[in-house]
């Protein structure tokens, strides 16, 4: 991800991104697209398997591949559905689901024949976006209790494994699992907090398929035919063309393509432990650029160091209590090498163990069982700097190897280095440095278009951080996206409900003018309003102004499932927080008029605030504020003629005004004067 105002970041944090950027297998260098399109094509796609949830009260499609002529026949409990596998070999049913609950078994035969057991009717979300949408329950608040009592039988989910495509993909990776004790620890939680309330309320099975990547923007799950009438991303998609007429890796970001093309030292291997450095220049780390010639200029730079560890490798001082699979350890061992400018890429033996382009985040990767070794070990590092004072940003004592045991081994000090590229004009730079994907399309392509048409209920969406340094665009980007995935699912305007970006970073304690994270929940607010059967999920008195994956889900989950119930489902419940309807000026104030109040309106603290108010000359001061029936007046002293209100306009805002049923207020501003983001385009 790549963030402004990011001040620190928790370590569970750091190292969730680090892991969900491992999870991505890239293809070797020069392997193109056709690796994944020589796979097998399996009798049944992968979407559907055992313990999964299939959709109630409409027609369910089901596909897989076989001999074309094959006649593949399709039973759940008394009905049956056939298909014939045509020339590409898929086949593809369309068969009424029996009666809610279950369990069913789902008989498949063909030229194979295959059962699905312990099957579901009942509802399925799709749950989409980025790594607030698929941080695993185990990383949020009250984890331990919340897992030792996920115990629901009829919640279900299916997590996509993450694949970018440059083009079209017919598999997806991923089981089926019931949420359980067991399981529970990798669910994702705000779709868990959102089943869980849901289920609860309506008693039918909910299945969950979680579709997120941590760090993507909006564009990448949509595709290009819904991103090029908007203009906005000519430049990428070209470059995503010529990479696909190339038979490129199928990366999903710019810097690795870039790599590829330009990096001496990855194509003669510098991360090798036998490379013979003798002739590197012996530089200071932090540090090293201005030895090289290029203090003040793009560069890309390898750093060498040897390191001896000690015989045995010290083994962690107290077993995990909890299993920890993929990407994470299973013991200590971790490099730490703080903040660095701009992506660094981390080899030890000639292993990779890390790296990122998210500048604001300390580098902390973990190192897995049999890459350290007793005796001598070597490390790498591979920098790319953009910035004059790019590079190691850190003190020196933020650069240290932690063993099993937390014996911590300093690496600040003497290196190795080798300039590899002088990025200075007229060498060309990458359009982007994230090292995850972020390319137009290649989420759409290889994680969202190979589960469709599946049989859905609706969408719920957490995304917009990765965007919000282009906010006022996203009012764009957001509703092609929607109208995209309902266009691919062909079930019509299916429920798609947004989060509203949280409470992040430092709260401002004067007026804000312009601020990305603001300006995208305005957007989120807007698309919300103007797309047909959607729904806003306020968050802004959620949120952790430290660490970019707040830990308190729950509530993000419920509101979600608030809108889920009052919306689709119909119950009678409150779903929304105060929302602007209407402005009247007053002779030296401003009333506002809200909908949504049901209760009444609240004041949440002390006092009521976080409004600001301004006149033509457009100088916003904070303003006094009061609550009157179902209305807020404003007024200030230092504004006679007031004309324009905001609330809650900036990153972190004090969330004062909420409604009788206890949910904030949608922040708002009255005014249309150009904002932080509006017209900025990174291309």
């Known amino acids: 991800m ?62 897989g591949w076989s001999d074309p ?15 014939t596998a045509g020339a590409d070999r898929r086949w593809q049913v369309r068969i009424q689901p029996p009666a809610p609950g279950g369990p069913y078994t ?20 799709l749950c989409g976006g980025q790594s607030n949408m698929g941080l695993p329950l185990r990383f949020t608040n009250n984890a331990d209790e919340e897992i030792k009592t996920a115990n629901f039988p009829d919640i279900r989910f299916f997590t996509v494994g993450g694949h970018p495509a440059y083009h079209h993909v017919d598999v997806i990776e991923g089981n089926w699992s019931v949420v359980s004790p067991e399981n529970a620890s990798w669910i994702s939680a705000v779709g868990y907090y959102f089943a869980r309330r849901v289920q609860q309320e309506i008693h039918v099975p909910i299945g969950l398929v979680i579709d997120a990547v941590g760090g993507t923007p909006a564009e990448s799950w949509t595709s290009a035919a819904a ?33 590829d093309e330009y990096d001496i030292g990855q194509k003669n291997n510098w991360a090798a432990p036998d490379l013979d450095d003798s002739t590197w220049k012996t530089v200071p780390v932090p540090g090293g650029f201005t030895e090289l010639g290029v203090p003040d200029t793009p560069a890309l730079v390898w750093f060498r160091k040897d390191i001896t560890l000690p015989d045995p490798l010290p083994r962690p001082v107290a077993p995990a209590s909890t299993p920890t699979p993929g990407p994470f350890p299973r013991d200590g061992n971790m490099i730490s090498l703080g903040e660095i400018e701009r992506m660094d890429t981390v080899y030890i033996n000639g292993t990779e163990v890390g790296g990122s382009a998210w500048v604001e985040n300390p580098r902390r990767y973990f190192i897995r069982d049999g890459i350290l070794k007793p ?17 190691f940003l850190s003190k020196l004592e933020d650069l240290h190897l932690t063993l099993g045991d937390q014996t911590r081994i300093p690496l600040a000090g003497q290196w190795k280095a080798k300039l590899s590229v002088d990025a200075r004009p007229p060498q060309p730079l990458p359009i982007a440095y994230e090292n995850w994907p972020v390319m137009p399309t290649v989420l759409y392509e290889g994680m969202l278009a190979p589960i469709a ?17 282009r906010g006022y665009q996203y009012r764009k980007i957001l509703p092609a996206m929607i109208a995209d995935w309902r266009s691919l699912f062909a079930q019509g305007d299916f429920p798609f409900y947004i989060v509203s970006l949280p409470a992040f970073t430092k709260r401002s304690p004067v007026p804000v003018d312009g601020d990305d994270w603001t300006e995208t929940r305005e957007s989120q ?32 989950g419920d509101r979600l499932a608030l809108c889920a119930l009052a919306r689709y489902y119909g119950k009678n419940l409150v779903y929304s927080g ?23 309106l609240v004041v949440k603290g002390d006092k009521l605030e976080e409004f600001t108010i301004a006149g033509d000359d457009r100088k916003w001061v904070w303003a006094d504020a009061r609550i009157d029936g179902d209305t807020v007046v404003v007024s200030s002293p230092s504004v006679p003629n007031p004309t324009q209100v905001r609330y809650a306009w900036q990153s972190n805002p004090a969330a004062t005004l909420f409604n009788g049923a206890g949910l904030p207020a949608v922040p708002f501003r009255t005014d249309t004067w150009p904002g932080k983001t509006e017209g900025h385009r990174p291309y």
Request: glycine share 8%; proline share 7%; with cysteine.
């Open 525 to 556: 607010a807007l698309a919300a309003a103007t797309v047909p059967n959607a729904c806003l999920a306020v968050t802004i008195d959620t949120g952790d102004p430290d660490n970019i994956h707040a830990k308190d889900k729950q509530p993000v």
């Open 69 to 83: 002529g094959d006649t593949v026949r399709v039973q759940i409990g008394d009905n049956t559905a056939t298909a």
């Open 2 to 63: 790549r963030f402004r105002h990011v001040q620190s970041t928790s370590l569970a944090a750091g190292l969730l991104f680090a892991a969900s950027v491992a999870a991505f297998a890239q293809p070797t260098p020069g392997q193109g697209a056709t690796a994944s399109l020589a796979r097998p094509l399996p009798f049944v796609s992968p979407i559907f398997g055992d313990n999964m949830v299939l959709q109630r009260g409409k027609l369910d499609t089901i596909w």
């Open 578 to 600: 105060p929302t602007l309807e209407s402005v009247e000026r007053l002779p030296g104030s401003i009333r506002l008029h809200f909908t949504h109040t049901d209760g009444g």
């Open 375 to 391: 005796g001598r070990n070597v490390i790498a590092i591979r920098v790319l700097k953009t910035k004059p004072d790019g590079g």
């Open 106 to 125: 789902v008989k498949i035969a063909g030229r194979q024949t295959v059962e699905l057991h312990n099957v579901l009717v009942g509802d399925i979300w």
């Open 227 to 259: 991103l090029r009438p908007l203009r906005d991303f000519d430049v990428p998609l070209a470059e995503l063309h010529r990479l696909k007429a190339e038979n490129a890796p199928e990366y999903g970001n710019y810097v690795t393509h870039w790599y």
């Open 453 to 469: 048409p599946l049989s859905i209920t609706g969408a719920i969406w957490y995304q917009g951080e990765q965007n919000s340094p």
